[in-house]
């Protein structure tokens, strides 16, 4: 009794207490049941497994691709197809063409396709060749459409740097490049054959035209030659009679203070500055360049005070007149799209309040998120944004062919390839990608 209540009740433990012996039928269920749930687990595993490890082992393989123009803009010519370019090297930008096209080819770069729809009647406007003996100029053939980029200043250092640019230009699906010949500030960034301006610090480039026009057939690629008009601080330097004349000092050129630093700017109004464009289109005609893109058909950014210095005609609600005189029948002149589509005519838009006064030219409307931001009242969407404004644009253009400009600088690739699509949509064949 003593040992019991000192070491506690002893319990007896049995293992599987309640087991049972199992019948024959349910051995061989279980068999059946195991060989069914192994099949089972080897069906899940190659169906799961495998694509888990798959996608597992490419994280990190694959780069985003470069983006390149849609395909239903590829360019229709013997050498076309083209693979897109692996890196992504400075922009190039594209400009037209040059010497004998066709009737059909002329028609090509800064024109709309013949068949808009919705987005208007906008119908392009034909150009005539301008005959050239030179055996140099001899446009490529084979292109409906021009799809432009734009090249960097660099592409005209040499022969070889051009050829790169053009290259590059070849391989990501475009068929033509703008070339900047005149900048802003009035320097040639080629080797000018005018006698005036051969002998002064205005040309800064080495090439001739012959040699650049030679690069661009030897690679069946439209050269589109662009030009700044009326700015031109460094021309109007060497040139003064071209520049605007303060009233109280008519041999003193005005400034325009709202530049920094302060700037002359070419007149349009004076014979000088009539003369002087007209031998740069002259010559760029001569070798060839059948597209001639006009930036900065403009007047300086007068303010109130300006009106003490220089005359009143100036600031006229017909001054638009003047612009005219520098407009040569057939180039294209580069607007922003908010100055086309506004209530009034904006600054760079101008030029189209007479437009009988244009004789064959053309719209180069520049599309850019900066010009046209959300928080105006403009779509967030890309091709939202780009339907509207060109919508608009063709009702304020007056009938003249407008090339869409797209500014690449506020759009992602995804966004750049909606805009395409939607122009080939609106039946806009030939756009500038800059």
């Known amino acids: 009794m003593d040992r019991r209540r000192r070491y506690g009740r002893k319990i007896k433990k049995t293992r599987n207490l309640y087991r049972r012996k199992k019948s024959a039928g349910q051995k061989v269920f279980g068999t059946v049941m195991l060989v069914i749930a192994a099949a089972a687990i080897a069906f899940l595993g190659f169906c799961i497994g495998k694509p888990l490890l798959d996608y597992i082992g490419s994280i990190g393989k694959n780069e985003p691709a470069e983006w390149t123009p849609e395909a239903s803009y590829s360019a229709r010519s013997e050498t ?64 409906d459409a021009l799809i432009s980029m734009e090249a960097p200043a660099s592409a005209l250092s040499n022969s070889s740097s051009l050829s790169a640019v053009i290259a590059k230009a070849k391989s990501g699906g475009y068929n033509s490049v703008v070339i900047q010949l005149k900048d802003k500030n009035g320097y040639f960034r080629y080797k000018t054959s005018i006698e005036s301006v051969a002998d002064t610090d205005l040309m800064t480039g080495t090439m001739t035209l012959e040699e650049i026009m030679r690069v661009f057939n030897e690679n069946n690629m439209v050269p589109i030659a662009e030009i700044a008009v009326l700015a031109d601080e ?27 630093p302060p700037k002359r700017w070419a007149n349009p109004d004076k014979d000088a500055t009539r ?56 180039n294209t002149i580069e607007m922003k799209a908010s100055d086309v589509i506004g209530d009034e005519f904006g600054r760079t838009a101008e030029v189209l309040k007479d437009t009988s006064q244009l004789r064959n030219n053309k719209i180069a409307l520049v599309i850019s998120r900066g010009d046209l931001p959300t928080d105006s009242g403009y779509p967030a969407d890309a091709k939202a944004l780009v339907e509207t404004v060109l919508s608009l644009a063709e009702k ?14 506020g759009f992602d690739d995804a966004e750049k390839s909606k805009i395409t699509a939607a122009l080939a949509v609106l039946g806009y064949e030939s756009f500038i990608m800059r």
């Not at 003064?240 to 000092?249: E, V, W």
């Not at 950014?301 to 210095?309: A, G, H, K, L, S």
């Not at 304020?396 to 600088?409: M, R």
Request: charged residues 20%.
């Open 396 to 409: 304020k253009a007056g009938g003249l062919p407008i090339v869409p400009v797209i500014d690449g600088s």
């Open 234 to 260: 460094k021309g109007c330097e060497t040139f003064t009679d071209m520049s605007y004349k303060c009233l109280d000092a008519p041999d003193t050129s005005w400034l325009d203070y709202s530049e920094r």
């Open 80 to 143: 076309a197809s083209a693979e897109p370019p692996a890196d992504t090297a400075e922009p190039v930008q594209v400009t037209e063409s040059t010497t004998l096209l066709t009737d059909s080819e002329v028609s090509g770069i800064f024109e709309t396709a013949d068949t808009k729809q919705s987005v208007g009647t906008n119908q392009p406007h034909s150009t005539s060749a301008p005959e050239n003996d030179s055996d140099t100029s001899v446009t490529p053939s084979g292109y």
């Open 275 to 330: 003369e002087y464009f007209a031998n740069i289109t002259g010559e760029l005609g001569s070798a060839g360049f059948e597209h001639i893109l006009l930036t900065d058909v403009i007047f300086p950014n007068f303010q109130n005070y300006d009106t003490v210095y220089i005359a009143s005609k100036y600031f006229a609600p017909e001054r638009y007149m003047m612009l005219y005189n520098v407009v040569k029948a057939g």
